[in-house]
């Protein structure tokens, strides 16, 4: 356990905080209005290795190789220079701290920490911290990791769960949410759409998938992973028959078989850790997902209830009247792909490069994304 504490003054900042992996989802933009939910678990924490905020330089102003030295192998619009290692909090674990007035960036419905740090320590005014609540941005705090100190305190360290107990008591992500918008005519309103999570999550892994498919047709499992992937995979690859193949493997999933290409694999939620297999034959790339993601792939829900005849069975799905359902096919988060894609060495080949310039230009991407 951890709190966090001014390093001008040592005021403590923060309630007592256990380490996490970043989400995945940590930087989504989602929607238009959209008021997506806090970002972290209370009482956790998570590091963002990436530079966050400004100031800012615009890609022709990068020379390549620094770029790359940056971890950015093709072009983006802007590269952010700020000090990366950022600290990750749930807002409501804050502590010592105000708000600086007029640094409201340039928010719609709340801050957006585009002016910089916009929280102060209340006892010796230093700026330590970025708040972000804006619409269609997940609520966080970000301190800053040149002005606080992290410092262990008394309390229960212990060790991250095993990948059997994860298993056992992890928790699915659901494929539907329902989702709060701003300014609806009677207030706050709400509609049903695909979880943010899911769709962030499909946009990293299909950044993986891609380059996992060096160039040729690839097949996943059918059911849900197929209604995730396989018609991004089909848009963005060559035509013809599968030339590579994809599967879903994990602790307490059968050993695969060795025609798998691609393993589709869940992230340690608290490490950070991707799952592997213990002796790969042949060496397969590996996919990583969230572990709740890949926990609903693995068990996924039923689709289509089927109207009985007498009593109803217990296993029947009993929602009356039925719950609202997306009125589109789901999409990977385009943000988060891109994000993904660029930052993975492999773009650098000409076909991927050719697929990142069809994107911009439009092709596909408006059905996809």
């Known amino acids: 356990m951890f709190v966090f504490v001014c390093a001008g003054c040592g005021a403590m900042l923060t309630t007592a905080l256990s380490q996490v992996a970043l989400p995945v989802h940590a930087r989504q933009k989602y929607g238009n209005g959209a008021q ?37 192998y093709a072009a983006v619009y802007a590269l952010s220079y700020g000090t990366p290692g950022s600290s990750v909090i749930a807002p409501g674990d804050v502590r010592g701290t105000r708000l600086i007035p007029g640094k409201r960036g340039g928010a719609c419905c709340g801050l957006d920490g585009a002016d910089g740090p916009n929280m102060a320590c209340e006892r010796c005014d230093l700026p330590v911290a970025t ?77 993986h998938l891609l380059v996992a498919s060096q160039g040729q047709p690839v097949k996943v499992p059918g059911g849900l992973t197929a209604d995730v992937f396989q018609r991004a995979l089909d848009a963005l690859l060559p ?44 060496p397969a790339y590996v996919v990583p997902l969230p572990l709740g993601v890949w926990l609903r792939l693995i068990s996924p829900p039923p689709y289509f209830p089927v109207p009985p005849s007498g009593r109803i069975p217990m296993d029947v799905l009993r929602d009356d009247p039925l719950p609202l359902l997306p009125n589109h096919l789901f999409r990977p988060d385009q943000g988060t792909f891109l994000h993904t894609l660029v930052r993975l060495p492999a773009v650098r080949s000409p076909w991927l490069r050719r697929i990142l310039e069809g994107h911009k230009e439009g092709a596909a991407s408006a059905a996809l994304f």
Not at 259 to 282: F, K, N
């Open 131 to 207: 708040r972000v609540d804006d619409c269609s941005l997940w609520q966080v705090v970000r301190l800053g990791p040149d002005v606080v100190h992290r410092v262990p305190v008394d309390g229960t360290h212990g060790a991250p769960l095993s990948w059997a107990e994860l298993v056992e008591n992890g928790e699915k992500t659901p494929l539907f949410e329902p989702i709060a918008t701003w300014g609806g005519r009677l207030g706050t309103d709400h509609y049903w759409s695909w979880s943010p999570r899911w769709e962030a999550a499909a946009g990293h892994a299909l950044a």
């Open 239 to 282: 035509a013809g028959p599968p030339q590579r193949r994809a599967l879903l493997a994990g602790p307490g999933q059968p050993s695969q078989d060795a025609g798998a290409d691609i393993l589709l694999v869940p992230v340690h939620p608290q490490t950070g850790r991707t799952w592997t297999p213990v002796d790969p034959t042949p």
């Open 36 to 72: 997506l939910p806090v970002l972290m678990e209370p009482g956790t924490f998570a590091v963002d290795p990436e530079p966050w905020g400004g100031p800012w330089r615009m890609w022709d102003e990068v020379d390549p190789g620094e770029a790359a030295a940056r971890g950015i």
